[in-house]
């Protein structure tokens, strides 16, 4: 079991930065796949970055691609979200999943992520862009 909790949120102004951070409790957290997510009310969950267990491998969307950056510290049970250069679009609810099946290959893991197919989900932080 893992449980995730998201901080980091906030209102900025178009070009600004914020640094998500996604804290999580569970001895097996080193082991899994850990993925950024959003969600505007009304549209699809969208699928944001991934990073793999021992953060030699990320994706992102093309909508953030060069502006994000993911990253984890499994000595902290932690993972991070990067984001600059933020644009209004960029508006929503931003949560952290956990992919906790081990021993997929890359494009398993990439499968999931594009149909939000994770196991265990935070609560989400919210994410305001102004024009």
């Known amino acids: 079991q893992v449980h995730l909790v998201e901080s980091g949120g906030g209102l900025v102004q178009a070009g600004d930065s914020l640094r998500l951070s996604c804290a999580a409790s569970g001895r097996t957290f080193s082991d899994y796949t850990m993925g950024w997510f959003r969600q505007v009310p009304g549209k699809e969950r969208e699928f944001v970055a991934i990073i793999t267990w021992s953060g030699d491998k990320s994706y992102y969307a093309d909508s953030v691609k060069g502006r994000f950056t993911i990253s984890r510290d499994n000595s902290k049970n932690a993972v991070y979200l990067q984001m600059n250069s933020l644009e209004p679009e960029d508006t929503a609810v931003y949560y952290c999943?956990?992919?906790?099946?081990?021993?997929?290959?890359?494009?398993?893991?990439?499968?999931?992520?594009?149909?939000?197919?994770?196991?265990?989900w935070g609560q989400g932080t919210q994410v305001t862009v102004s024009s």
């Open positions: 999943a956990a992919d906790a099946r081990t021993g997929s290959t890359w494009y398993q893991v990439l499968a999931r992520a594009i149909r939000h197919d994770y196991d265990y």
